[in-house]
Nanobody, 129 residues
Framework: QVQLVESGGGSVQPGGSLRLSCTASGHTFSRSTMAWFRQAPGKEREFVSGISWSGGTVTHAESAKGRFTITRDNAKSTVSLQMNSLKPEDTAVYYC??????????????????????WGQGTQVTVSS
């Protein structure tokens, strides 16, 4: 059974930085597409950033471009999200997601929750002065 455990959430002032990490177990991490989603209070969960199994393809939502960086370490079965220049609108519960099926995904498929078959429990990020 796939398990994803997030860490690194917390509270930060606007303009600050946080680094989220997700540790995976129970599947072949190195073959999985990984992503971060978030859900703000009263809103639907939305895609933030994704990375292909090799790390060769990285995709960001417009809200994350230029501020967030997603990386992975297949040797440690971890995926990380470095978030800089945080804004109050980044406040949300952040979820790590895995697509364990082999093969690439393209375009809008990155954004679809249905394309991921394992989820972490989420970690809270609060950006406030």
């Amino acid at each position: 059974q796939v398990q994803l455990v997030e860490s690194g959430g917390g509270s930060v002032q606007p303009g600050g930085s946080l680094r989220l990490s997700c540790t995976a177990s129970g599947h072949t991490f190195s073959r999985s597409t990984m992503a971060w989603f978030r859900q703000a209070p009263g809103k639907e969960r939305e895609f933030v950033s994704g990375i292909s199994w090799s790390g060769g393809t990285v995709t960001h939502a417009e809200s994350a471009k230029g501020r967030f960086t997603i990386t992975r370490d297949n040797a440690k079965s971890t995926v990380s999200l470095q978030m800089n220049s945080l804004k109050p609108e980044d406040t949300a519960v952040y979820y790590c997601a895995a697509r364990t099926a082999a093969g690439e995904i393209y375009g809008r498929a990155w954004y679809g929750e249905v394309n991921y078959d394992a989820w972490g429990q989420g970690t809270q990020v609060t950006v406030s002065s």
